[in-house]
């Protein structure tokens, strides 16, 4: 039940305290009111406003940038579909479908008895096992007609989140190929032993000596990155974790967290030993909320193992502690430095750069912002020796690397591979056939056609966040290009010019096409608006939107040439779809209730 | 001594600390901008200030100058995506110029003409912003806004009061007030404020006070806004 006046007190009287009033925790007390309170209330903002002594709009400005927030009512259960082209696959807008008309709720609307909402949202990272969706921010996976009809009895009866039945909440691993990472049986603790055994300094040296670069996506040195941040003048130094696995099509984060926190949590602690941190910070995405009680209780168990906090396995002045931060739907914050404005309770807006967070990050203070996978490997090294690793893997790409392999495959799920594996021999263990088409590192990064399936994950050929989303050749891959620039025209943050209206441009330029009304003239738009996108954006969301456009047109251009209907320019307006909301407002679609070319005036 | 770099050619001395916009404005080169403002924090959004260096493109307002480095900024290829920046801000928001009020003294409107733009070129997008009157003194016309947050800043920096945030995200970034009610008259912003007076374009008007001055004899009537470059690095007398 949404709690009256006195329960919304309470709520943020609890966040408060939980935080110590601290405002820059900001971000998780309006997180933890809206689980108690359903929505984020002017009657909460003004009770947080006057505890923290902030302006009004700080608070709104922030709460109004997560997707995951509202400040409106959103009903008791708020229901958001995944989105990703892997859900589309499928059938995740058929069950929404579906399910408005269950429960008499419009896509986007709260129910009018307030109950309930339904929408989409981008990719939640469980594509392997789909189409999946949030409820109240919990995910669940495999969802069917069966099973929706089955929510909706729940929702009805008013049954409690609490009191749904436990396997809609099932996450599967599915680690279908490990090396020697995922293998790794180390236990808790022997990576830091030997660590320590080496010396912070020793410890920088065997990762500069490892070649190990990071797992997110960019793969800058990590042995140079944590070097600099040691190096840098301040007051503090701080290790963050960056676990906003935002890239549709990515889940091996998530697989790390569930059942490898322990080096993940090792490889920051091995971080603060080599930079000299006190603080800890993993930031979780919202959608993996349901790993949050897990990952507390690890770092727990490994507050007692002696593992974090002060003096870390009996080295004195070895002191450093973890604590997660939960994001809330925004895709933008896994760029490391609107991660870390996010982190200080801010909106998710990526900074101007440089200063680097090296030398300035969370609170202006050095700080190493590292991948999820970045630190589990970090233990391998650690453990085994930098020169050990820099012999897995190729020459230029040390280490292995874990894919999200999800779409038209037979077994999806987690492969790790020593980089330099070819997209082939991916595709074959995965059992994908009559295979199309593969994205690799997610909407941002590339697609590959049958041609270039010889070509290697690699630094040097292909570099992934670890995204391998399959198309077979019964898909669309316009449909593919379309669902991912839908993706970054919700994601872009708003703060650039260029960004901000050129991804909605886009975007209208896509469904234009896909309207039947495009034209060679729009071709040239999509490029003119990719070149503005590619040099004038603030951030790398600008800079990569236009990648799935142009790589399918490259790639695939019969699936555009089908929706260039028009040798001449066409308007995008459309003289009978004007009449559409008419037509839902009479409820009437017959012939006098549409307009025909020929039939009225000219067109 | 001091220091200096080149832009377009011509050679422009800076200050230790001083960005390009900032050493450019002051030596008379124009650089398009519209969130730049020399009281203010730069804040980088607009983009309009980009500029060509090392084969790179960067906004001039929150670049640094170096000693020596080459400036590319008046070039076709430049004012060619700066002019698209414009058009995309004009169907972005509902810019009626023949009927605002501060038609003339926009630099929105001005910048467009300065860069030779003779349409928005893309599909308006024509957005629902509500107007608001509530306040005594000062009308809010959320239409015209660019996002450009000199408001933001100037009653964060200036006027100490916090009246204005962006709110939203994407395409939805919106302009919001310090008031529960979402009201201009429920905050403390006055006349005076810093915030109401910075505003390039025609979204903070004075009420009660039309066309004093009269379309044609307007700021940017007079003289085209690439002729203010040294006004605009320099403080702002009102």
């Known amino acids: ?603 | 001594m001091s220091a200096s770099f080149s832009i377009d050619g011509k050679s422009v001395a800076f200050a230790e600390g001083q960005t390009i916009i900032q050493a450019a404005l002051a030596g008379g080169v124009y650089v398009p901008h519209l969130c730049y403002h020399p009281e203010f924090k730069p804040h980088g959004s607009c983009k309009l200030c980009t500029v060509m260096v090392d084969g790179r493109q960067i906004a001039s307002c929150t670049t640094l100058a170096r000693e020596g480095m080459v400036v590319e900024s008046d070039t076709a290829a430049l004012n060619d995506e700066r002019r698209t920046l414009i058009e995309m801000l004009f169907v972005e928001g509902n810019h009626f110029c023949p009927s605002c009020e501060k038609s003339g003294d926009c630099k929105l409107q001005a910048t467009a003409y300065e860069l030779g733009m003779m349409s928005a070129h893309f599909d308006h997008f024509f957005p629902r912003r509500p107007v608001d009157a509530s306040h005594p003194d000062v009308l809010l016309d959320f239409n015209r806004c660019i996002l450009c947050s000199l408001c933001v800043r100037a009653s964060r920096d200036f006027d100490g009061k916090n009246a204005f945030a962006l709110c939203g995200r994407g395409i939805h970034t919106h302009l919001i007030v310090n008031a529960k009610s979402g009201r201009l008259a429920d905050t403390d912003v006055t006349l005076q404020d810093k915030a109401v007076q910075v505003c390039p374009v025609g979204v903070m008007l004075r009420k009660d006070k039309g066309f004093a001055v009269p379309i044609g004899k307007r700021v940017y009537d007079l003289k085209p806004v690439s002729a203010y470059a040294e006004a605009a690095a320099a403080p702002q007398k009102e």
Not at chain 1, 19 to 33: F, N, S, V
């Open chain 1, 1 to 603: 039940m949404t709690p009256g006046p006195q329960g919304v007190a309470q709520a943020v009287d609890a966040a408060l305290a939980r935080h110590r009033g601290d405002a820059h925790y900001i971000l998780q007390m309006l997180r933890e009111i809206q689980e108690a309170c359903d929505w984020i209330s002017p009657e909460a903002i003004d009770r947080l406003q006057q505890a923290l002594r902030l302006p009004r709009t700080k608070i709104e400005g922030v709460a109004g940038f997560y997707a995951f927030l509202y400040t409106r009512p959103r009903g008791q259960y708020r229901i958001l579909f995944s989105d990703n082209i892997t859900d589309r696959m499928l059938g995740n807008l058929e069950l929404l479908d579906y399910m408005c008309r269950q429960l008499w709720v419009e896509r986007g609307k709260t129910s009018e008895d307030a109950l309930v909402s339904i929408d989409t949202t981008s990719c939640t990272g469980m594509c392997d096992q789909g189409p999946a969706l949030l409820v109240n921010n919990y995910a669940i996976t495999r969802v069917s007609r069966q099973r929706v009809d089955e929510m909706c009895e729940l929702i009805r009866n008013k049954v409690a989140l609490a009191a749904w039945p436990r396997e809609y909440f099932r996450v599967e691993d599915q680690v279908r190929r490990k090396d020697v990472l995922l293998g790794d049986d180390s236990a808790p603790g022997d990576a830091l032993a030997a660590a320590i055994a080496r010396g912070a300094h020793g410890l920088v040296e065997e990762i500069k000596l490892s070649n190990l670069r990071g797992r997110g996506g960019a793969g800058f040195a990590t042995g140079l990155k944590w070097e600099a941040c040691r190096n840098a003048p301040g007051e503090a130094r701080y290790v963050v974790c960056n676990a906003d696995e935002g890239e549709p099509g990515t889940f091996k984060d998530r697989v790390l967290l569930a059942a490898h926190a322990d080096m993940v949590f090792e490889g920051m602690t091995l971080c603060a030993l080599a930079i000299g941190a006190g603080k800890g910070m993993l930031y979780l995405r919202g959608e993996y909320r349901y790993l949050l009680d897990h990952l507390d209780a690890v770092l727990e168990r490994r507050r007692r193992a002696k593992l974090l906090g002060a003096g870390i396995l009996g080295l004195p002045g070895f002191d450093f502690d973890i604590a997660i931060h939960l994001g809330a739907g925004a895709y933008v914050c896994g760029e490391e430095s609107a991660l870390i404005e996010s982190l200080e309770g801010k909106r998710g807006t990526p900074r101007n750069r440089p200063p680097y967070p090296v030398t300035q990050g969370y609170l202006g203070q050095p700080t190493v912002v590292n991948n999820v996978e970045t630190f589990a490997a970090c233990c391998l090294v650690a453990r085994r020796g930098g020169a050990w690793y820099a012999g897995v893997g190729t020459g230029a790409s040390a280490g292995t690397k874990i894919l999200s392999v999800s779409g038209d495959c037979a077994r999806p799920g987690l492969y790790e591979y020593p980089y330099g594996v070819t997209v082939q021999e991916v595709l074959q263990a995965c059992g994908a056939n009559e295979t199309q088409a593969v994205q690799v590192s997610g909407p941002s990064g590339v697609c590959l056609a049958a041609a270039e399936f010889g070509r290697r994950i690699a630094f040097e050929d292909i570099p992934t966040a670890g995204a391998f989303m399959v198309f077979d050749r019964s898909r669309d891959m316009f449909e593919v290009a379309r669902n991912f620039v839908h993706f970054f025209a919700h994601e872009s943050c708003g703060f650039c010019t260029p960004c901000r209206v050129g991804t909605s441009l886009l975007r209208n330029l896509m469904d234009k096409l896909n309207n039947g009304h495009g034209s060679l003239y729009d071709f040239v738009e999509i490029k003119k608006l990719n070149r503005i996108l590619q040099s004038m954006s603030h951030c790398g969301l600008g800079h990569t939107a236009c990648n799935p456009v142009l790589d399918t047109i490259a790639k695939f251009r019969p699936a555009y040439e089908r929706r260039l209907q028009h040798k001449e320019f066409k308007p995008a307006f459309d003289l009978d779809w004007a009449l559409e909301p008419a037509r839902q407002m009479t409820g009437r679609d017959d012939a006098g209730a549409h307009f025909y070319a020929g039939s009225g005036e000219d067109t």
